[in-house]
Nanobody, 119 residues
Framework: QVQLVESGGGLAQPGGSLRLSCAAS????????IGWFRQAPGKEREGVSC????????YYADSVKGRFTISRDNAKNTVYLEMNSLKPEDTAVYYC????????????WGRGTQVTVSS
C-alpha cells in the first residue's frame, strides 16, 4: 500500500525552526519527484518546495526562499523540509506529495501536519 506520512509539525515562535519529515511506505521515494505544499485557513493550497527525481534539482516558492531547505535521505526513504526563520504567515497544514516526474500530476498525498508560528 502506497502511503506518505508527514511529521514534525507543531508550535514554533517567530524566528524559530522546525523540520518536517515525509516518510514513504509501499514505494521508493528516490524514484519520484517530491513536493511540499501548504494550506492556511481560508486560503488555497500553495506549492512550497520540491526536489526532482532525475537531477535532484530543487524549487522554492519566493515566500520561503533562503529560509526553507528540502532534502532526501534515501536510506530512510524520507524527504525533509527544514524550516528556519519562521514567520506567522508560515502557519498552515503542510502536505507532502509524490509524482513520477515533472510531466505528471502529484498523485500520492499525505494527510498533512500542522505548523503554527506564534508568540
Amino acid at each position: 500500500q502506497v502511503q506518505l506520512v508527514e511529521s514534525g509539525g507543531g508550535l514554533a515562535q517567530p524566528g524559530g525552526s522546525l523540520r518536517l519529515s515525509c516518510a514513504a511506505s509501499g514505494f521508493t521515494l528516490d524514484y519520484y519527484d517530491i513536493g511540499w505544499f501548504r494550506q492556511a485557513p481560508g486560503k488555497e493550497r500553495e506549492g512550497v518546495s520540491c526536489v526532482g527525481v532525475s537531477d535532484r534539482s530543487t524549487y522554492y516558492a519566493d515566500s520561503v526562499k533562503g529560509r526553507f531547505t528540502i532534502s532526501r535521505d534515501n536510506a530512510k526513504n524520507t524527504v525533509y523540509l527544514e524550516m528556519n526563520s519562521l514567520k506567522p504567515e508560515d502557519t498552515a497544514v503542510y502536505y507532502c506529495a509524490a509524482r513520477p516526474s515533472w510531466r505528471d500530476s502529484y498523485d500520492a498525498w499525505g494527510r498533512g501536519t500542522q505548523v503554527t508560528v506564534s508568540s
